[in-house]
């Protein structure tokens, strides 16, 4: 089993030199698994139990499948501020956007084909604002919110059908995984593997027993407080 710091130093590497030769993951990771159809993980499964991320990460040897790369030595101060993303099972096409108001009431807005789900409690809007919504293009879990730099007043939670994600059949990862807020978006990850973050947000995961016995990630959730770039990360 991979340690973490072994993990993370290698995935560093091949990110770095993804960037340096224009890769991107889709000319890396291989065959794709069939697109889950979203939730579908939670309703034909019993929730087990619930992880909180705040205990120490697990080992994820899983996240990127078989990459091939050169590794090179990269500077510790560089590595600190790289995670690995976690990716989807299929990588999406084309971007998706979605748009909705929100009052003061609160509401949602989702994105079934990403298995994405954002919930606003009431008075998280002071008043009526148009959010934006996109699901990155891509295989990198990530998504862009607007309107840039809008503060929230109580909680937004962002939820992600993990049965979409190569982790699905990794509970041991589910201590590891974090929400992690992109300041410049889709230009703070690199090669789609790899991103470099500004502030790591507390998540919590619920593991799932499916039809087949066995433990599954159900759903990750994790809370906001201002916009406009988030991404699914392991530590």
Known sequence: MFRPSILRSFITA?????????????????????????????????????????????????????????????????????????????SLNHSITVTRMIGSAGGSLSIAEAGFRITFAPGAVRHNTRITVTADSGRAVS????????????PVTVQQDMGMTT?????????????????????????????????????TTNIVTGRDGKSHLGTTSFVVKHFSGYILISI
């Open 14 to 90: 091949v990110g770095i030199t993804l960037l340096s030769v224009g890769c991107t993951p889709e000319n890396l990771a291989g065959p794709q698994a069939p697109l889950t159809t979203p939730g579908a993980a939670l309703s034909s499964a019993t929730t087990a139990t619930t992880v909180t991320a705040t205990a120490s990460p697990a080992p994820n040897a899983n996240l990127l499948g078989s990459v091939l790369g050169t590794v090179l030595k990269v500077p510790s101060t560089l590595m600190k501020s790289l995670f690995p993303v976690v990716q989807r099972k299929q």
């Open 167 to 203: 982790l699905a059949d990794h509970p041991e990862a589910a201590p590891g995984i974090r929400g992690g807020y992109v300041a410049n978006g889709l230009g703070d990850i690199i090669g789609g593997l790899l991103a470099r973050v500004t502030e790591i947000l507390d998540a």
């Open 143 to 154: 998504y862009t919110f607007g309107p840039h730099g809008t503060q929230f007043y109580a």
